[in-house]
């Protein structure tokens, strides 16, 4: 809501907001029933079948409150819930009557059904039918079209006006929501943002220090020991022994280039995702097309994310999939960066099975981005990652 | 070779001093030799050296200041030759040094090349007389796309290809090779022809051709 007007008013915010708000109907129809009910059988009646909705249903209204949420929350939400210690419904009943999370499931219900979805569905139909009806105006029988107009054209001017009062509302009650049925995984989910962040910061501590210090001094020993062969007739016993140290320390420099390179790529710093893709693309032992075209460099946090999940990706082609052929996508999608890592291989790449990809999923966790795996028997595989990115500087 | 008047830029003083040492045993000035990217552009537009050697990292920010410097001496006076060196490279350093002053006078090494001390100097000596000199790796890295008609060359014609896209003349790949300058004149022939690249005398003119091609423009 905070983009320019235009952006927002033409980005999927609003028809989301309704989509979630229009949800409350299902709320409104079960409290329509419960007040015929008490209309037709008595208030006692009434209650006690509400009583008895409640107890059953609290808990999948709750899920599906939660499940609702993705429409409006990008970040992802837990299940409260903890699991049962043992199978069968007597230790499912008591840990589920213990827990704290079911009482709020349980009163957010009433709230639901008693203010939040009258509240939800009164403000869908001003923000909606009241533009539509304005707008109606030169089509309503006995009223001239030239009266009609003055009031399309403040019909028309209400429609942004709704969008925004649609969004604000669909927020507040998300906020609202989350703290009462799914508290504390924002927390979590930051709290583990801060620790990539802190990682990062010493990974490039590291990789400077050792840039400026043991990096530096080889390359000085490789080019005295240079200098030193020069002095020395070639073949003999004291060049020989020479030669090999000098062979060595140019192998131990270049071991050093590679680590420093898996501990950060200066690339990704200097010239960011797109050339460091292409870097990861080019020492890739298979052909791998690139098409990556960002408008320029995004926030590092984005940045060093995504260029792991590239070549933590990568790295799973080359060992797992027996691909020829690998293909990087990278766009940035209104606010959001959308990453594929294809290839024509064997497929079958299972999550639950090796540490890679489950690494490569909690790294998507922590930028509250969505990673999409699709890898049959027999292939291909691809892995499609989202990440929010809220501003391209 | 005549005497180069050479701008030295290395923050790592240890590093600078070595070098500065071993440019000036093969009979070259180092008249300027300056730490970081500002004092390499005063420094090298106070003395006109005939070639500026700079790494590419340097302070204050320690990410390319010393490509920035090197870039911008460029634009000012073309035709002033630049070896950059790197701990790393990247195709997209060398693509940025190749399109500054058409490619003409530029290196672009790793670090580790120094030690190879002949042929850094040696290295030194092409940039400085206006050739084209790409380290081995980003030339590798360049042949791994394996574009389509790559893929038509022999083994031996790709080992060809890379070390003219290294810059190296057919005397010196005859001799990388340890096999005769005509042999790998009709090497380099035949390779042209594959990629529908114009036949070229000049060594020179041949070296940017095939980079071009590699780098797929």
């Not at chain 2, 590419?56 to 030759?81: C, H, K, S, V, Y």
């Not at chain 2, 790197?86 to 580790?112: F, H, P, R």
């Amino acid at each position: 809501m905070t983009r320019r007007p235009l952006a927002f008013l033409c980005s999927s915010w609003p028809w989301r907001s309704l989509v979630y708000l229009l949800g409350s109907a299902v709320y409104a129809v079960a409290a329509c029933l419960l007040i015929y009910t008490g209309y037709v059988y008595g208030a006692w009646v009434a209650s006690a079948t509400a009583l008895l909705v409640l107890v059953v249903l609290a808990l999948p209204s709750a899920a599906f409150e939660r499940w609702r949420l993705r429409l409006v929350d990008r970040m992802p939400t837990d299940n409260p819930h903890v699991k049962p210690p043992k199978k069968g419904l007597r230790a499912w009943l008591s840990t589920r009557a213990r827990e704290q999370a079911t009482w709020r499931d349980l009163g957010f219900t009433v709230v639901g059904l008693s203010v939040l979805c009258w509240m939800d569905l009164g403000l869908v139909s001003s923000a909606f039918w009241l533009p539509v009806l304005l707008m109606s105006g030169p089509f309503q029988p006995g009223m001239h079209w030239a009266d009609g107009l003055p009031l399309a054209a403040g019909g028309v001017l209400l429609v942004p006006i709704s969008a925004y009062m649609l969004t604000a509302w669909a927020g507040t009650r998300a906020m609202i929501t989350r703290a009462v049925l799914a508290p504390g995984d924002a927390e979590i989910i930051r709290s583990r943002a801060r620790l990539v962040d802190a990682f990062e910061a010493e990974r490039r501590r590291i990789e400077r220090d050792l840039h400026d210090g043991a990096q530096q001094r080889l390359v000085s020993l490789s080019m005295k020991l240079g200098l030193a062969r020069l002095d020395l007739p070639p073949g003999s016993p004291a060049e020989t022994q020479l030669a090999e140290a000098h062979e060595e320390a140019k192998r131990a420099l270049a071991e050093l280039r590679e680590l420093i390179r898996g501990i950060h790529p200066q690339v990704l710093t200097d010239r960011g995702l797109g050339a460091a893709v292409e870097d990861v693309a080019g020492r890739s032992p298979i052909p791998v097309d690139v098409d990556v075209s960002l408008p320029g460099r995004l926030p590092p946090p984005v940045e060093v994310a995504a260029y792991y999940i590239v070549s933590e990706a990568m790295t799973n082609i080359v060992k797992h999939s027996e691909a020829r052929h690998g293909f990087i996508y990278g766009r940035l999608h209104d606010d959001t960066l959308v990453l594929e890592v294809r290839d024509d291989g064997v497929g079958g790449a299972d999550p639950a099975a090796g540490s890679g990809l489950a690494g490569l999923a909690d790294r998507v966790a922590v930028t509250d981005g969505v990673m999409t795996l699709s890898s049959p028997p027999g292939g291909p595989t691809s892995l499609r990652v989202e990440i929010p990115c809220p501003v391209a500087v | 070779m005549p005497r180069l008047r050479i701008a030295l830029a290395e923050d790592g003083v240890l590093l600078r001093e070595g070098i500065a040492g071993l440019l000036e045993r093969f009979g070259h000035d180092v008249v300027a030799s300056v730490g970081d990217g500002d004092a390499l552009i005063t420094a090298a537009t106070e003395h006109e050296p005939d070639i500026v050697v700079a790494d590419a990292r340097m302070p204050p920010g320690f990410t390319d200041e010393g490509l920035r410097a090197a870039l911008i001496l460029r634009a000012t006076r073309p035709q002033l030759a630049v070896l950059v060196l790197s701990q790393y490279v990247e195709q997209t350093y060398a693509a940025e040094l190749l399109d500054s002053g058409g490619g003409v006078g530029i290196g672009y090494l790793l670090k580790d090349r120094i030690g190879d001390v002949r042929e850094f100097v040696d290295a030194v000596e092409r940039v400085a007389a206006g050739h084209t000199v790409v380290d081995p790796e980003v030339v590798r890295q360049l042949l791994s796309r394996r574009r389509e008609p790559l893929s038509r060359l022999t083994p031996r014609e790709r080992e060809v290809l890379g070390l003219v896209a290294e810059g190296r003349s057919n005397a010196a790949i005859a001799r990388a090779l340890v096999v005769t300058d005509a042999a790998i004149a009709k090497h380099i022939a035949g390779i042209l022809t594959k990629l529908d690249l114009p036949p070229a005398e000049d060594d020179h003119r041949r070296v940017l051709a095939v980079l071009a091609y590699l780098r797929g423009r």
